[in-house]
């Protein structure tokens, strides 16, 4: 992917997506080849700590402010990584194992450019000042954030239900004897019988049952948040004297 040194400049700080549309992480430093081609990039995660994962930037794709790169989530993220604000080149072992890593052939060595054609040479007494700008690097960092824990105990609640109990009436009844109960015979005196009558009452008795189990279950969540700024950058203006100003 040809860049220009606009749209490498736009890359620091950018998304990064993978193949399916989901955020890997953001653009943290860019390396070009001996040819001064940019070449791979390095994706702030946000579960490295201080280390960024390398993606390979040949094959990516700028896409609406975002930097598409035809790999999976899990690939990017356990690529060989480097140190966050590291200003080391690339050596070859890291390049052979990035190349390794994302199923890559090794790279040919590119042809150096031609020498370009001698031309007026230049004055010898000439000036110049050296432009310079700062850059935001946004980067994360992980920190306690507190702790979350499971804690029981009991509460006591009234439980209000009912339930059918029985009881012994006892009603009276009176027949009168007739001549076909024979094995009836008359006695006069003093007697008396006993019903033994029963009743039921409500008892209670409580059991331990599991009912439900309770975990902890941790998410990792990545959202986007603002982050205001400000960078400086120089200017050079040139003061020439209008005689001395060259026309055309």
């Known amino acids: 992917m040809n860049l220009t040194e606009q749209q490498v400049r736009s890359l620091y700080g950018q998304d990064v997506q993978d193949r399916s549309g989901a955020r890997v992480g953001s653009v943290g430093q860019v390396w ?4 001064g081609e940019p070449t791979w990039v ?3 995660t946000g579960v490295m700590g201080h280390h960024e994962s390398m993606a390979p930037l040949t094959t990516a794709r700028i896409e609406e402010g975002r930097l598409s790169v035809p ?3 899990a690939t990017v993220k356990s690529a060989p990584t480097v140190d966050t604000g590291t200003d080391q ?12 890593h994302y199923g890559m052939g090794q790279p040919t ?13 230049q004055p010898q007494d000439q000036q110049e000042l050296v432009r310079s700008e700062e850059r935001l690097r946004v980067g994360t960092e992980s920190e306690p954030a507190g702790s979350a824990r499971l ?3 009991v509460v006591t609640e009234d439980v209000h239900t009912t339930v059918p109990v029985e009881h012994d009436e006892v009603r009276v009844e009176r027949t009168p004897v007739t001549s076909t109960d024979r094995d009836v015979r008359p006695d006069i005196g003093e007697a008396e019988r006993e019903l033994t009558l029963r009743r039921e009452h409500p008892v209670t008795r409580k059991e331990q049952v599991p ?13 986007d948040q603002p982050i205001d ?17 060259r026309r055309g």
């Open 32 to 35: 070009a080849d001996a040819a």
């Open 42 to 44: 390095s994706v702030k």
């Open 71 to 73: 790999y999976d989530k």
């Open 89 to 100: 080149p690339i050596d070859a072992d890291q390049i052979a194992q990035l190349y390794a």
């Open 109 to 121: 060595p590119k042809p150096k450019p031609p020498p370009r054609p001698q031309g007026r040479r």
């Open 151 to 153: 804690h029981k105990y």
């Open 211 to 223: 009912v439900e189990r309770v975990r902890l279950a941790r998410d990792e969540v990545v959202e």
């Open 229 to 245: 700024e400000q960078v400086r950058r120089e200017r050079i203006d040139a003061d020439v004297p209008e005689p001395a100003r």
